[in-house]
């Protein structure tokens, strides 16, 4: 596993035994004093790191979901509504078709606003109240969006939502609008309205709850627990391979700093560190291109365009932190088509497990990179599905079958059943 520093000597800035490291320089910072989302001194990405990391035994049992995991997290709860304790779902008809020794799906549709979002926003929203900001903003292509304006609301909090004009699903965007936040639609795409919203941010006009917050990805990083926890459960063992969708990579950084924390602490071996596998849509792969060609960054992509609109972006900031996790577990990353994502849509669907389009990328991923050999049959897999099928209802019903016109009598819809 690579080191990036994630424990060491307590420094003095440290509040509770929680501070903020930068990942290029290694400059901390203090957790609350002041709001900041880079580094001070080289603009490098921040993470949240602890004077004590947890082992399995020290997660209460008197909760459920991402409050269990308080101790790995920088408080005793957050604004919550609640949220995590997503299922892990047996696909049996995937798993024959892959030839894995052993294939789970774990459904981050069924937190409250739908998607995995809310796992970062129970602490991000938190994090927004201890440091006294009174106006909540974020860039999304939906989830995000949806998920801020529900915890904003539950926080009694003003929220700001830029989205890329006419490229959110109508699911999304009624989330947010129902929830209270207050909508602009950017004449751009979605790393247009991140480039306004860090402005606005740098300015002081709005607290910014991206996944470039680091303490969004502490609560998303429960995912990673829940995932071995649920696994070596169920399974007896661990899984040795986590596959997801990527559009900020954020997930990607959450889990792989979920794993480093546990090897750390003793309790993950560090053998049993599954590979981390992103899937990307083939019009929005900059996460791709830099695995495939070896980079340590990734280049912006101008022009994005796939079906799958929660991945839908061009400038994963989270590549700085995901990358190294990537290659550091034996991972990589894929490309799809946004047939093959479709398809993966609608067989999820007939095992009764219902996602966007995005979610489905992690099996229409699994399934190229099983035809290449990459993924081999004794492995044993866990694919994320982010979001839940009723964020994009267009798209369900492009993917689903048609209504069949029927006579308003029993007689003819009998007779058009025998036909």
């Known amino acids: 596993m690579a080191d990036l520093q994630l424990t060491g000597a307590e420094p003095a800035v440290a509040t509770d035994g929680v501070w903020l490291a930068c990942i290029e320089c290694g400059e901390t910072f203090p957790p609350f004093a002041d709001v900041r ?48 304790d997503t299922q892990l779902h047996d696909v049996p008809g995937l798993e024959a078709e892959t030839g894995l020794e052993r294939l789970r799906v774990k459904h981050e549709g069924m937190n409250p606003t739908g998607s995995f979002k809310d796992r970062g926003m129970t602490v991000g929203v938190r994090v927004a109240k201890e440091v006294g900001v009174d106006r909540l903003a974020c860039a999304s292509t939906g989830n995000t969006s949806a998920a801020l304006a529900a915890y904003g609301a539950r926080g009694n909090m003003e929220t700001l939502v830029l989205l890329p004009a006419g490229k959110v699903a109508a699911g999304k965007v009624a989330q947010a609008s129902l929830h209270g936040a207050r909508i602009l639609e950017v004449d751009g795409n979605f790393d247009t309205c991140l480039d306004i919203v860090q402005d606005l941010a740098a300015r002081g006009e709005a607290y910014l709850l991206n996944s470039l917050n680091p303490f969004r990805l502490e609560g998303q990083k429960t995912i990673g627990l829940e995932i071995l926890e649920q696994f070596r459960d169920e399974e007896g063992a661990y899984p040795d391979r986590v596959v997801l969708p990527v559009g900020n990579a954020g997930n990607t950084a959450a889990l792989y700093k979920c794993f ?27 996460m791709v291109e830099a695995i495939e060609h070896g980079w340590d960054h990734t280049e912006r992509w101008e022009n994005v365009e796939t079906k799958a609109t929660a991945i839908r972006i061009g400038n994963p900031v989270n590549a700085p932190k995901a990358l190294p996790g990537i290659r550091a577990t034996g991972g990589t990353a894929v490309a799809v088509s946004d047939d093959a994502i ?14 966007e389009p995005a979610s489905a990328a992690s099996i229409a991923g699994l399934r190229t990179l099983r035809q290449r050999g990459v993924v081999t049959a004794d492995e044993r897999v866990v694919c994320l599905t982010t979001g839940h099928l009723l964020k994009d209802p267009d798209a369900a019903v492009e993917a689903g079958s048609e209504p069949e016109p029927v006579p308003g009598d029993t007689e003819g819809v009998l007779a058009h059943l025998q036909g």
Not at 260 to 284: D, F, N
Not at 342 to 355: F, H, I, K, P, Y
């Open 260 to 286: 480093r924390e546990l090897v750390r602490s003793g309790a993950l071996p560090e053998e049993e560190v599954p590979a981390l596998t992103g899937v990307q849509a083939e019009g929005s792969a900059p």
């Open 37 to 84: 989302y880079t580094c001070d001194d080289c603009d490098g990405l921040l993470e949240v790191r602890y004077a004590d990391l947890p082992t399995w035994g020290d997660f209460r049992e008197d909760r459920r979901g991402v409050w269990r995991y308080a101790a790995a997290l920088p408080f005793e709860e957050g604004v919550s509504l609640p949220e995590g």
């Open 342 to 355: 479709q398809t993966a849509q609608r067989d999820l669907a007939e095992e009764g497990v219902g996602v």
